[in-house]
């Protein structure tokens, strides 16, 4: 299995975990090629798309110093462009060696989304994660 594959599979099960946060939408805000997800019109990550010239990766705010530390040491980490990178923003690629597990980039995600939504939001969230054990 290629590296890219493998990149390309762990992008689609982040997408389909952020899909199944509450409330969350898909949305396409500059183009097909630009796959981001939102809620309460916010976006928490951005996904970019799969079939670009480059790796599949994706870029999440995280406010806690600790994530945040940490998802800057992943293999090709950088803060986020167009200035976002200063508001805690960080992009990861998936296709690198050592790139991090799907089950952290989860955990990433769910954080990025914990930091735009609305406190019904991220209280349903809660629930849901109890229930679950």
């Known amino acids: ?3 890219g594959q493998a990149a390309v599979r ?3 099960a982040v997408r389909e975990f952020a899909l199944g946060l509450p409330e969350a939408v898909e949305d ?4 097909p090629e630009d ?3 939102k809620v309460n019109k916010k976006i928490f990550v951005f996904l970019g798309n799969t079939d670009g010239p480059q790796p ?8 806690d110093e600790a994530l945040h530390g940490h998802a800057l040491t992943a293999p090709g980490a ?3 462009g167009y200035g976002l990178g200063r508001s805690g923003w960080v992009s990861v690629p998936l296709g690198e060696k050592g790139a991090p597990s799907l089950q952290v980039l989860c955990e990433w995600v769910e954080e990025s989304y914990r930091t735009v939504a609305l406190k019904r939001h991220v209280k349903e969230l809660d629930a849901r ?3 679950n054990g």
């Open 28 to 31: 396409h805000p500059w183009g």
């Open 78 to 80: 950088e803060p986020t």
């Open 1 to 3: 299995m290629k590296a």
């Open 56 to 63: 599949p990766g994706l870029s999440v705010k995280l406010k």
């Open 10 to 12: 762990k992008w689609e």
């Open 129 to 131: 994660i109890e229930a």
């Open 35 to 37: 796959c981001v997800m």
